[in-house]
């Protein structure tokens, strides 16, 4: 079974910095995988989870309005990791992260694709 295991979460001031990382590993015997997108989301109490930035196997990136240019993500997927550099926090900013992978499977001559998150991990940001 796949696992996503996220780090880097904590407590910061407002402007502050903090680099989130989220590693995937393990399967069933017998089964590979690779990666087409990692992604982080972020829910905050009382709200939706919500999108904050993605990063596709070719290298395309999306993020949330209200991120771009203080967030950055990046990734090495040959090492199943994503990382998530957070500048400029804001107050607003906090909520517990979940890391999400779109993995491409295959066993012998089967391929599937299925969608994993981790346990998350809580940045809170004061002002």
């Known amino acids: 079974q796949v696992q996503l295991v996220e780090s880097g979460g904590g407590l910061v001031q407002a402007g502050g910095s903090l680099k989130l990382s989220c590693a995937a590993s393990?399967?069933?015997?017998?089964?590979?995988?690779?990666?087409?997108?990692m992604g982080w989301y972020r829910q905050a109490p009382g709200k939706e989870r919500e999108l904050v930035a993605t990063l596709t196997s070719g290298g395309s990136t999306d993020y949330a309005d209200s991120v771009k240019a203080r967030f950055t993500i990046s990734g090495d997927f040959v090492k199943s990791t994503v990382y998530l550099h957070m500048n400029s926090l804001k107050p607003e900013d906090t909520a517990v992260y979940y890391c999400?992978?779109?993995?491409?499977?295959?066993?012998?001559?089967?391929?599937?694709?299925?969608?994993?998150w981790g346990q998350g991990t809580q940045v809170s940001v004061s002002s």
């Open positions: 393990g399967d069933t015997p017998g089964t590979t995988f690779t990666i087409n997108a």
């Open positions: 999400n992978a779109e993995l491409r499977h295959r066993r012998n001559y089967y391929m599937w694709t299925a969608n994993y």
